[in-house]
């Protein structure tokens, strides 16, 4: 089978004496794979092929049964195996008959006879062996001897190839296909309370939990065991009903099962479900819209299309038929190439319309996993890791606070076999330390900043799918904007048209509609992709400007009403037709009367930044095509005599001053005279050989909040960077205008050639100032010193290929990235991220979506309220949305790093107490336990990230790693001074005359209540709030404490009530808590006394600790180099003042790499 030759082998083998049954037989192996990925598996077959091949697995025996997902983590697959029928497995009835012979299998039945090859020509039968991993099928190729991707049979179509699958597949071949690709279905898995209940109690929390209630059971807190039980019971119970929820939910908005209509080889056509489609499969769609089950290359008429699922584009899209015949019809077929000429999967259809024939049809292309919707709901599931410093110091610190209780455990086992207490006990108490320093409670008490912040972004209309991404925007150093519809307006005005005249170009006018009726005037009325929505156009905002600007309006058939009026005036079918306008509204000395029919047309590509229409006029033989795009390309489209001398200086005058410039040209195709003949033409022959027309100039406005959003950034210390499809001299000009580029500060293009016949790839660096025309400034001082580096896509591809080692020292000081498409635009991010930037990307459209997901941070400028193309989506469409989201990233980092330290040090005061009380015998009592860790410390500890972000963005970044001078410093001398503090306490406490020792022949809480015990009870619950109060800093990443009106008065209650219970413990409190009743009133006060002095202290240490307390310590160490490439590239390139070189040519050497020094 032609599709399908070359990708998979089948291997016809015999299997003696062993039944037919085609279930599925799963087979007794597992299968090692060192990395799977979701496009591919890569894995190590250097025993078959000869070396890694990407995008393949193999079967290794004898080998520990793992394998590998795309983010490192280990995972089994089984293997399983299943007949396949007699049936042929070709996709089109056009397949050659030796391309019908094997192609599949995938292998034999059983390990014996994969040892036996003479066994495999004994019978003939088709065995399929694949797995599944992540939703996605991986079939066994023999050819390659390795595990591929079930897609990887899809790749290498042809656009000829898929037309010939309009005939549509016979039912042999379907059923043969279905065992292959499976179902066509996105099966989220839900899983029923009882699994998940297992999963979650094999957490180490939750096992820590229960074996801590176990041990706390043993030691006689019935009361304290009992509250956590019901806690953990509780909090356990929404766990698992929100982790179904969410599951639920995803299932549902995944499923999609609908019947469609289906084209078989015998000219018959079936209603199926739309489950049962495969690659291959001939579908019609229903003229009133439908969503789209599967991705499917359209073969006939036109759909316009809602892919806000997909992008989080609002603007409905115009799908053509894909290209056939001529030089069309053996290019590849590629879903991002052909994405103009493509239905996706999740998408919606609004409408269809068929020219040809009374269907529009399409052909399968993906189904199930393998679908964009698949994809994405595929990185719903298995999201990318966030790899945060801060998470992999807490576990470290985590992993020290173990070691700590480890050694308070050993002195504990010392001193209570000194005291001679039963080993029983000593057991119990020793591992009660454990349940002590290492808080349980911690994870989640860290996400509660998090939690806060995602409430705060939702309020002011921007959506996280992705919370743990909201502290990453706390270390965000560089933001990536696209220009049109982010920084400038998203709808342009028409400014101007500026035609030629004998060769030369004529004054702007201003009025499209006053043109003479010509080529350039029939060129702006045809040349869009607009269609009719229930009778309103809808399209490109740019088109639609463009046609609003001359006047003449869209007619279409509707499906029911048949053709156009006047269509018999053309002699031929027709898309649609473009009338002139009412006599009246047309200026009195410009009347136009013909309309212009379109045959057909090219869609805009972003890869190849032009479309075009095939036209007709009336009682003419030929036709005209009309071409839009980017001047450059446009102009390269052309003949050279019909492009004016002074097309370039024109051209840079209007894009130096900000407008967006747009080519148009023209040729008449005396070949083409038909609708039939218009589809028969390729893209290629048709645009070459053109006529310049001339240039329509559109307003770029740009949006109110951008300067002042792009200027507080940069105060910040945030770098802001363009990344635009636009021209670059217009893209200069909005960057100066939105302050990206001061008045004062140099540009400098970055020009890079591909190497020639006779000369390596160079690279040009050329001050702005001159690559316009204008003389260099002899004065140079006028620049203040900073320069901004500016190319195009064509010149970052050449820097990628023949200039690696240089482009990292460009990219430092880059600031402006024009006619980039969007795969540039994601390898751009990528590239930032490789020199260590915290990236951010900012977007409105679907050219973005790649770079949305690749950054730290992606935030989607959307209507939608919450769009799988980012991890932030802001409902307003300006760009104040990022500094919010960098605020409250900022806050939500401190908060965490607050909340860690908090719960750290709480277990470390819980800790002393308990070891002191160890060491005479004694501890504190069950309800003084619970009071400690649910009245105080949970309530402040949840109420603690309140707090809001600080208004101002200023250019201090909060503190990114926990193993750091400032936190160990902080934890150690607060450690220091409960230590002190506590056992000052003790000390006072035994030296007074009406002091009476505990009984230590007993232990708690036989010796309950005791002197010893209410006043550590008093000072370290006085401690608990002194450090709630510490870590609660405000400046400058938070608002003052006072603002968190919550948290403050719950403070000011929790120290009443210390106050109270230290001064006057009466009645019921009192026997609750064992406390010991202290006539002394002087020494109560003595006690609030030390209390106010800890206060004091603790405060006053953490002031100085932000102040640089600790930063003699630095000094003393030897400085060594950052640990961020851009850093240590930006401290080179402030010793090289005379980078770049000016006007010289570097040429490529033939080894060039990054120099990482």
Known sequence: MALLKAKVGLAEGRAPGRSSDPKPVRANRLLRLPS????STAVDSSRLLGGPRPGYGTLQRNTEPSCMDRFGQRFTARV?????????????PGARLEDRKSSIAVGVADEEESRDTIRLHQEERNVLRYYLFEGLRYVWMERQQAYCRVSALDEGWTCAELHLCRAGLGQQDHSSRRKIYGPNLIEVPVKSYAKLLVEEVLNPFY???????VLWVCDAYYYYAACIFLISTISLGLSLYETRKQSTTLRNMARMSISIRVHRADGEEAMVSSAELVPGDCISLPLDGVLVPCDAALLTGECMVNESMLTGESVPVLKTPLPNGGGAAGTIYSPKEHQRHTLFCGTHIIQARSYVGQEVLAVVTRTGFCTAKGDLISSILYPKPVTFKFYKDAVKFVLFLAVLAFIGTLYSMLIMVKNQVPVGQIIIRALDLITVIVPPALPAAMTVGSIYAQNRLKKRGIFCISPPRINLCGKIRLVCFDKTGTLTEEGLDVWGVISLEDGRFMPIIHEPRRLPSGPMLHALATCHSITLLQGQPVGDPVDLKMVESTGWRLEMAEEDEGELPGLQCFGTKVLAMMNPPPEEEQPPDRKHRSPVAILRRFPFSSSLQRMSVLTKHPGDDACWLYIKGAPEVVASLCST?????????????????????LALACRPLSAVRSFEDALQLTRDAAESSLTFLGFLVMKNVLKLESAPVITLLRN??????MVTGDNMLTAVNVARSCCMVGPNERVVFVTASPPGRDQPASVKFIPAELSQGEKQPEDAQQWDGRLHLAMNGKSFAVLQEHFADLLPKILVRATVFARMSPEQKTQLVCSLQELDYCVGMCGDGANDCGALKAADVGISLSEAEASVASPFTSCRANIECVPTVIREGRCSLVTSFGVFKYMALYSLVQFVSVLLLYTINTNLSDFQFLFFDLIITTTVAVLMGRTGPARELGVRRPQGALISVPVLGSLLLQ?????????????????????VPLNSTVTAPQNLPNYENTVLFCISGFQYLILAVAMSKGYPFREPLYTNVLFLVVLMLLFGLLIWLTLYPLGFPKTLLKLQGIDDLNFKLLLLGIATLNFFAAFVLETALDYGLLGCLRKLRRKKASSKLFKRLEKDLSQQPSWPPLNEPLFATPRMSIAVR
């Open 36 to 39: 799977c990925t979701r496009d």
């Open 80 to 92: 399983q195996t299943e007949m396949l029928g007699e049936g042929s497995l070709e996709h089109h």
């Open 207 to 213: 096992i820590f939990q229960v074996l801590s209630i």
């Open 641 to 661: 005599e019909t492009v004016p001398a002074d097309f370039s200086q024109v051209l840079r005058h209007y894009t130096a001053d900000g407008f967006r410039v």
């Open 716 to 721: 910040a210390g945030v770098r802001p960077v």
């Open 975 to 995: 450690t220091a001074l409960l230590i002190t503090v506590q056992v000052l306490s003790y000390f006072i406490t035994v030296s007074q005359s009406w002091y």
